[in-house]
T-cell receptor, first 115, second 112 residues
Framework: GAGVSQSPSNKVTEKGKDVELRCDPI?????LYWYRQSLGQGLEFLIY????????KSGLPSDRFSAERTGGSVSTLTIQRTQQEDSAVYLC?????????????FGPGTRLTVT | SQQGEEDPQALSIQEGENATMNCSYK?????LQWYRQNSGRGLVHLIL?????REKHSGRLRVTLDTSKKSSSLLITASRAADTASYFC????????????FGQGTELSVKP
């Protein structure tokens, strides 16, 4: 079946603008994760959703970052008032459940460039 | 914050040689996983080793885990040019819903 998909694949935006990044997880996967990969910070966890439970937002770097998961499927990561330090590749992953025993499948990522 | 540190940061070998990458972590874990990343984009899961396991094999991959030293190693035997990629270890923390904490990665270059 189809893997995790993300859109757009690349996004260039001006500093101060808002952006929305989309993730379509694998059908049937109840857990969805967002990570960010940047030169200075490596790969870092941002947020995860498990079914209808409240998301774990412990990795979001500031209140400019938020994420939603509608209908237990598609997720949108929103960054408000973008800053240059937000430039990074944003990776989404999904798994059957939010548990260490289940493999996470990653999407190709969205490369965000803030000018 | 990063849980893991990997070494070396970069490794260059000839095809046919073995490649060994090491990962150290700081806190107790459930599992440790290794991922490969090509061209700075999506990650591909390679292998998972549980905290009660010491060694695991998958094809040309061999992973060891030493929980007393909080370290793991990934060995790729008989390397191929197609193995050129970045390799990351990732740990998950107890009762943290499977969120992964990644190391900084090792860039492997296999020359034909």
């Amino acid at each position: 079946g189809a893997g995790v998909s993300q859109s757009p694949s690349n996004k260039v935006t001006e500093k101060g603008k808002d952006v929305e990044l989309r993730c379509d997880p694998i059908s049937g996967h109840t857990a969805l994760y967002w990570y960010r990969q940047s030169l200075g910070q490596g790969l870092e966890f941002l947020i995860y959703f498990q079914g209808n439970s409240a998301p774990d937002k412990s990795g979001l770097p500031s209140d400019r970052f938020s994420a939603e998961r509608t209908g237990g499927s598609v997720s949108t990561l929103t960054i408000q008032r973008t800053q240059q330090e937000d430039s990074a590749v944003y990776l989404c992953a999904s798994s059957l459940e939010a548990s260490p025993q289940y493999e996470q499948y990653f999407g190709p990522g969205t490369r965000l460039t803030v000018t | 914050s990063q849980q893991g540190e990997e070494d070396p940061q970069a490794l260059s070998i000839q095809e046919g040689e073995n490649a060994t990458m090491n990962c150290s972590y700081k806190t107790s874990i459930n599992n440790l996983q290794w991922y490969r990343q090509n061209s700075g984009r999506g990650l591909v899961h390679l292998i998972l080793i549980r905290s009660n396991e010491r060694e695991k094999h998958s094809g040309r991959l061999r992973v060891t885990l030493d929980t007393s030293k909080k370290s793991s190693s990934l060995l790729i035997t008989a390397s191929r040019a197609a193995d050129t990629a970045s390799y990351f270890c990732a740990t998950d923390l107890y009762n943290q819903g499977g969120k992964l904490i990644f190391g900084q990665g090792t860039e492997l270059s296999v020359k034909p």
